[in-house]
């Protein structure tokens, strides 16, 4: 059974940063593209980043852009989002997601097939 595990979210003043990670473990298949989504309380769970199986391509969502960045652990099964400059409205459950399909990138839910346990993020103004 494939396993995703967050870790890295907590609490944080506004313009603090965060660094999230994910490890993915126990896949049968040989790559993936690894994403980043995030969910308020009240709101459907958007996407943040993504990055390909190769670690060559990244993608942020415009909310997060030049704040966020999207990293390949140098173990392929890993993946990393710096969070800089935080606001509270970034303030959400944090998930890393697992897609095997091909195209990239993919900004929908429904386009991955694993998730994880979510991390909450906390910003306070």
């Known amino acids: 059974q494939v396993q995703l595990v967050e870790s890295g979210g907590g609490l944080v003043q506004a313009g603090g940063s965060l660094r999230l990670s994910c490890a993915v473990s126990k896949t049968s298949f040989s790559d993936y593209s690894m994403g980043w989504f995030r969910q308020a309380p009240g709101k459907e769970r958007e996407f943040v980043a993504g990055?390909?199986?190769?670690?060559?391509?990244?993608y942020t969502a415009d909310s997060v852009k030049g704040r966020f960045t999207v990293s390949r652990g140098n173990a392929k099964n890993t993946v990393n989002l710096r969070m800089a400059s935080l606001q509270p409205e970034d303030t959400a459950v944090y998930f890393c997601a697992v897609s095997t399909g091909h195209s990239f990138p993919m900004l929908l839910p429904s386009e991955y097939d694993y998730w994880g346990q979510g991390t909450q993020v906390t910003v306070s103004s």
């Open positions: 990055v390909s199986w190769s670690g060559a391509a990244t």
